[in-house]
Nanobody
Framework: QVQLVESGGGLVQAGGSLRLSCAAS????????MAWFRRAPGKEREFVAA????????YYADSVKNQFTISRDRAKNTVDLQMDSLKPEDTAVYYC????????????????WGQGTQVTVSS
């Protein structure tokens, strides 16, 4: 059974940093993409960042470029999202996704999803 478990969310002041981690179990994702999405209160879920597991190529939403960094640890089978210079508008539930079935990294369909972790940025 494949599971994605996010951790690292919490409450932080504007300008602060958080590091989210997504631990994958049940299979490896060699050749797949893993991604982070977020859903802010009252808004649609939106793409944040993705990484191609094998090559390490990264993709970012324009809104988080140069602010967030996605990385993967092959030994631990985890994907992390380092979030710096956080703003109140980054407040959302952040979800990890894995195994892109079709489409591109930002708008395609992923096979597996985590339960999400809350990130709240106070002003």
């Amino acid at each position: 059974q494949v599971q994605l478990v996010e951790s690292g969310g919490g409450l932080v002041q504007a300008g602060g940093s958080l590091r989210l981690s997504c631990a994958a179990s049940g299979r490896t994702f060699s050749g797949d993409r893993m991604a982070w999405f977020r859903r802010a209160p009252g808004k649609e879920r939106e793409f944040v960042a993705a990484i191609k597991w094998s090559a390490g190529r990264t993709y970012y939403a324009d809104s988080v470029k140069n602010q967030f960094t996605i990385s993967r640890d092959r030994a631990k089978n985890t994907v992390d999202l380092q979030m710096d210079s956080l703003k109140p508008e980054d407040t959302a539930v952040y979800y990890c996704a894995a195994a892109l079935l079709y489409g591109n990294a930002a708008s395609g369909r992923y096979e597996y999803w985590g339960q999400g972790t809350q990130v709240t940025v106070s002003s």
